[in-house]
């Protein structure tokens, strides 16, 4: 329950009102029909009486009958209540998780967040979310709803039918019921990650499989493949089986509870009303109560069968832990031996790699791929542990986050676009009027394009699509270009555009902004006019 | 895409659905059985409950102990029913995701269909299950539905006209409320399914592009917009579900107000106040106990039913989506890609009047023909069929047309095997599987010594400079290696082998050319060991380095 206790936390926290309004109508919901149930048996059993006594004129129906009606209708208003503010609560909760996952995925450092591109590692991210969606819906509220209505239900019938019978009710049922439940969740643990695992292992084994089958096929081996494969399947059943026995288990286990309490309720009034501590029309309300009862335990079942699920979910994506972590490292204003002067924009000294940018230098960073050049960026940026970086003066690390941003900008290499209008591409970055969006185009060659696909507010599918990979990344770059920062950091600016469009985009970059400091990775076009120097860089 | 396919369904019931369960059909009927003798049950519990009452007052208090054991007979021998029952569903339902997994593992590498390889791994892993609780749920609700109302009215009926109408009255509606009912949890249920689906569409968008996010320093403005739309989804979403469940509250209504009525009805017999509605003699309070207790699972399975709905939906989308790609165009390869002994003779090809069967394309190739030792550059535009020129020498795809002669055989399924026994291939992108290195560069377990391959290939550093050296598991994307290396330890691969045809696909293309130099480094000195190369290419530098241009597309 301890992975859980965070979740929970935060989803009561996120849509308090609707939660408790969902809460007190699932228990209004589940008390009426108890209800309903103990006042129509008393009610039969009492005009049974009455008519037999001979007193059919003088007993009140009135008010028995209206009863009935009442509950039939308030638990069918309940009912609906009861729907649409839990779902309500669900979507906020929905929406909420989705935030503060994204909140947290903000602070990752560079390689987490470029991994974040990996099609695998964000279903796995989507899958849990959705695991953890019922954390509260499907398991805190029929829990709470359950707990409470027996509790009601306890007081009502030891005030209305004695404490005996109402014991009875609350002693058979909550801590059997607990022990079954308890039971359940914890069957559910290991099968629950091991279909998790399972089911990862072959996802990414179809996705291999199909990736690689020419090399397969060559190597002879899609026979093996393919057998490994449904060897996981075979695992992944084995745990879906131990699942659905549990839960079955815990089916039997809850109706042949109810099955006692009722008989149990049964025996026990008529051994009160043989003894003449009550009439029987008060007798008959413990058996139809406790009838009426089972309704609370059965859709429990359910999402306690999915405690191991959401168990697994939690953990892997671990709400618990902090979001931002927290810098012990005291805020040293300079690290530049003349703090006279003032400092350049960059100062990079990693022996045997030293240079220095001015304002309105750019610098070619070249070397063959996998030298370290975006890495190098990356540390820059400050999104990777860094050391002998200097930015005015400064270690990336030092400066506060949102200063940095404003310092510098970075286009990393093979940028993602968000689905929406270019527009709206473009506030991400900063708010500045419709010319300078349309300069900024100018600038890397893509207003034609963009004004031909229906201007700014045209819209954009998801990462991007609708854009050829060479204009999404253009599209990248005057992203950048508005927010006109100090150093421009360009992690293979030209990937992917044919050489006049290089050359156009480079020089557009340039005059666009006369007084940034820019380093770009090249693994061509790194003798452009635009750079004032290369510097090769070697492993 | 997806809300397309859905809405599709709820029309037109796809063929597969009775193919799909008609190996299980007589276990879901045993199934069915059990459970509709498990709602039988519920009657003798009820009456055993009314006799012992009925004896509170008439004094007979000696019934209690036999009807609560009677009682608790009774249900227990229901949960076992409803527990065999629930066995029997879930090995059927296993059975069918199994056979249906099988089908797909073992299909679609082996004939490719145009979809890609995420869809059909997530078909495979997280549709699949879906048709569980669409056989488990939804097949017996319909069962139980046929039957169990029907007895409980004849009962009903038996004993009270009035009750048996008031029950008829609200049954008759119940299909009429079932269809808008249907209707409407269908629509709930898809609805609630489509604002999942956007909005972890929304999350997957922002994550994936989440590195840019954080470097433009627009983490806040990103939240908040995502805040602000998952917002407005909300309200949208709550509009529509507000009058879903409205007319699933009318189910719900009918049941309470038929409990109601009953008890009211039975109420006033008792009293005397009410003399007509049961047969001859007045309702007794055994009777009208009895009836109020069975009143409620009357309702039941229709409850169950309107409850299995969007399993059912759900169950749907997926028979479709696995009918979609039943239907699909494919393009199967030659032989069985079975270990066969290599294709005996000097090493000798040749294509006449080859044209290769794409799905939905039909690519010609030019004739030629090439012996051991000898390089070829297949040349041409970008997408006029050069790497499937590739694909076709090596049987991996069907031909439509002509013929490919390979060591003095005809190629096709009987000689594939053993021709590919001969050949090694440099995909464009090579992707790794998840396992060691090592293993990788040994599929055939041999354990030679990779490290002279690795340095003719001149890929040894940078396996030098891997985390785990040999040991690493590259993994789905080739993680640690640039697109240049990854094509470099595939060459390594090809030594490694000892394969006299290597097949590269653009070896050259985006590289820088320091590294596509080692490429061709590495590939010149195969063909000067005495190995043939084709390459399909548009790098002109490489393509003069070959004994022969051929161009594609022609």
Known sequence: ?539 | MARQRRQDTSSVRPARGTGITAPIAHALRFAGLLSVLAGLIWPIQAAALAWAIAGWIAGDMGRTPWAAAIFVAGGFLRAFCDHRAGQILFDAADQTISHQRAALITREARARAPLGSAEIAALIVQKLPLLQPWITRYSIAMIKVAVLPLVLLLISFWFSWIVGLVLLVAGPLIPVFMILIGMAAEQASRRQMDEIGSMNAMVMDRLSAMLDIRLLGAADKALADFSDRAEALRIKTMAVLRIAFLSSTVLELFSAIGVAMVAVFVGFTLLGEITFGSWSAPLSLGEGLFLLLIAPDFFQPFRELAAAWHDRAAGLSVLAELDALDGAERAPFLGEARAARPLDGPLTLSLAGVVAALPGRRVTLPDFSLKRGQSLALIGESGAGKSTGLAALAGLVPLADGQITVCGHRLDHETADAWRARIALVPQRPHFPDQPLYAWLDPDKRHTDPWPALKRAEVDQVVLRLPYGLRTRLGETGGGVSGGEARRLMIARAILSGRELILADEPTADLDPDTAAMIIRALMHLKENGHSVIVATHDPDLAALMDRRVEVGQ
């Open chain 1, 1 to 539: 329950m301890k992975t859980l206790f965070p979740i929970i936390q935060m989803i009561l926290a996120a849509a308090p009102q609707a939660m408790m309004r969902g809460a007190v109508l699932s228990v209004l919901v589940l008390l009426m029909g108890a209800a309903l149930l103990g006042l129509s048996g008393w009610f039969i059993t009492a005009t049974g009486l009455a008519g037999i006594a001979g007193l059919g004129i003088a007993f009140d129906v009135f008010r028995p009958s209206a009863g009935v009606r009442f509950l039939a209708l308030g638990r069918t208003a309940a009912r609906y209540g009861e729907h649409v503010f839990t779902h309500d609560a669900t979507l906020r909760a929905l929406a909420f998780l989705r935030v503060r996952l994204l909140r947290r995925q903000v602070w990752l450092d560079s390689r987490a967040l470029s991994r974040l591109r990996s099609e695998a590692v964000l279903t796995r991210i989507i899958a849990d979310v959705d695991a953890l969606d019922g954390v509260v819906l499907r398991l805190l509220l029929p829990a709470v709803a359950a707990l409470a209505t027996h509790l009601i239900v306890f007081l009502a019938i030891g005030w209305l039918a004695g404490w005996a019978i109402a014991c009875a009710l609350l002693a058979g049922y909550i801590p059997l019921a607990i022990l079954i439940f308890w039971q359940l969740a914890r069957r559910s643990i290991k099968p629950s990650d091991r279909a998790e695992k399972e089911s990862q292992s072959l996802r990414r084994g179809v996705i291999d499989m199909i990736r690689n089958r020419q090399s397969l096929i060559l190597d002879a081996r899609l026979d093996d493949r393919e057998a490994d494969l449904l060897s996981l399947d075979g695992n992944i059943r084995k745990a879906a089986q131990q699942l659905d026995r549990a839960e079955r288990g815990a089916a039997l286990a809850i109706t042949m509870l109810v099955t006692l309490v009722t008989a149990c309720a049964l025996g026990l009034g008529g051994w009160l009303v043989a003894q003449g501590v009550m009439g029987p029309a008060v007798g008959v309300i413990g058996i139809f109560v406790a009838l009426a009862l089972a309704e609370t335990l059965m859709p429990l079942r359910r999402g306690i069968a999915d405690y191991g699920k959401m168990a697994g979910a939690a953990k892997r994506i671990g709400y618990g832990e902090k979001e931002k972590p927290e810098k012990s490292k005291p805020k040293s204003p300079l690290c530049h031996e003349n703090a006279g002067a003032s400092p350049p924009v960059l100062a990079v000294r990693k022996a045997p790699l030293t240079f220095i940018i001015e304002p309105g230098e750019a610098v070619a960073l070249t070397g063959a791929s996998g030298s370290g050049k975006t890495s190098l960026l990356m540390e820059i940026a400050g999104l990777a542990e860094s050391s002998g970086i200097a930015i005015l003066g400064r270690a990336p690390a030092d400066w506060p986050d949102s200063s940095l941003r404003d310092l510098v900008t970075m286009v990393p290499q093979r940028s993602v676009l968000l689905a929406g209008t270019i527009r709206e591409n473009f506030n991400l970055a900063a708010d500045v009027p419709e010319s300078a969006l349309w300069q900024a185009l100018a600038a890397i060659s893509l207003d034609a394009v963009i004004r031909e696909r229906g201007g700014l507010d045209a819209p954009l599918g998801e990462a991007g699509a609708g854009l050829s990979g060479g204009q999404a990344q253009r599209l990248a770059l005057a992203r950048a270009i508005i927010r006109q920062p100090q150093l421009l950091l360009l992690d293979e600016p030209t990937e992917g555009l044919d050489e006049a469009t290089a050359d156009r985009v480079l020089s557009g970059i340039r005059r666009a902004l006369p007084q940034t400091a820019i380093l770009a990775t090249l693994h061509r076009n790194a003798n452009h006019p635009m750079f004032d120097r290369q510097i090769p860089l070697l492993l």
